[in-house]
């Protein structure tokens, strides 16, 4: 069993900053891609920012030089800064996690509750 818990999100004015955190924890034995998807009212849910293991990424178009993921594998955490603040990044931030455990074969992807992120004035 694998849980993943992100904080961080909030109410922020136009060109501002947040830091995403998403932490997993269970019966862990590896952590390959984690990523950051997001989906607003009324809209699909797409991806934001994904890293490797080894801390090759990549960002949607619409993020891209203003958001940056990052990832701690010894605390199995991932983190997405987010600067420059629009209000069409207004909408909910998932992380989802691809994760091997000590009681199954392969890896099998994760995902978290979901954290609200509001940008307004």
């Known amino acids: 069993q694998v849980s993943l818990v992100e904080s961080g999100g909030g109410l922020v004015q136009p060109g501002g900053s947040l830091r995403l955190s998403c932490a997993a924890s269970?019966?862990?034995?590896?952590?390959?891609?984690m990523g950051w998807y997001r989906q607003a009212p009324g809209k699909e849910r797409d991806l934001v920012a994904r890293?490797?293991?080894?801390?090759?990424?990549n960002y949607a178009d619409s993020v891209k030089g203003r958001f940056t993921i990052s990832r701690d594998n010894a605390k199995n955490t991932a983190y997405l800064q987010m600067n420059s603040l629009i209000p069409e990044d207004t909408a909910i931030y998932y992380c989802?996690?691809?994760?091997?455990?000590?009681?199954?074969?392969?890896?099998?992807?994760?995902w978290g509750q979901g954290t609200q992120v509001t940008v307004s004035s």
């Open positions: 890293i490797t293991r080894g801390g090759a990424t």
């Open positions: 989802k996690m691809e994760v091997a455990t000590f009681t199954s074969y392969g890896f099998s992807y994760t």
């Open positions: 269970g019966s862990i034995r590896s952590i390959s891609d």
